[in-house]
């Protein structure tokens, strides 16, 4: 009895029922893999030489750090939801193998529904780059051979900031156009 009170005591200190939000593995030359819900990353046999450090987390905020302006353009809009964000880390920037890193995007698709549309923001310490992904498919696979300096976290040099949201594509128009865009049917541009 007393066992079992100390093992639940134990349980519950680790947060049993909350969802893992932060894996780390040291990875060598063999490859390895590490996942957290919603996000899928592989590092392929022979992608590295010696052993690597890597962090991947799932965060509750985009960071403050990186410029927000095409981020935040989908996170003003009414109806848009933030599907995961989550920073890759490493004590390495560069691959011999690209890294695969698939993220959950969409629920499984239905025909006749609204058009949604889901974009893939990815910080590499310069500069996000914006993904479309079509409401069809409900993930996502990125492969990288380097991670940007900068974009790391908790000691590690590199790495990449992912930010998948969607939205409806009539939301989208509209915030676009009323903040003086011209909406291309995937992303807003300035004029």
């Given amino acids: 009895m007393i066992r079992l009170l100390l093992l639940l005591g134990l349980l519950a200190s680790w947060g049993v029922g909350q969802s893992i939000r932060v894996v780390e593995q040291r990875i060598g030359a063999q490859g390895g893999a590490l996942q957290l819900p919603g996000i899928h990353v592989v590092i392929p046999p022979g992608a590295l ?83 479309q992904v079509p409401s069809t498919r409900e993930t996502h696979t990125l492969s990288r051979l380097e991670l940007g300096l900068g974009a790391g976290a908790g000691g590690y040099p590199a790495g990449l900031v992912l930010v998948v949201l969607r939205a409806p594509e009539e939301n989208l128009r509209r915030e676009c156009q009323a903040r003086g865009g011209r909406w291309t049917g995937s992303s807003c541009e300035r004029r």
Avoid: C, H, M
């Avoid at 490493?90 to 006749?112: C, D, H, M, Q, W």
């Fill in 49 to 131: 030489v010696s052993s690597v450090r890597f962090r991947l987390e799932r965060l509750q905020a985009v960071p403050t750090s990186p410029p927000q302006n095409e981020v935040f353009f989908i996170q003003t809009l009414p109806e848009r939801e933030v599907v995961g964000i989550y920073r890759l880390s490493s004590s390495a920037t560069n691959f011999l193998k690209p890294l695969e890193i698939e993220l959950r995007v969409n629920p499984p698709y239905r025909p006749g529904n609204r058009v949604i549309r889901s974009a893939i923001y990815t910080w590499d310490g310069q500069g996000y780059v914006s993904t």
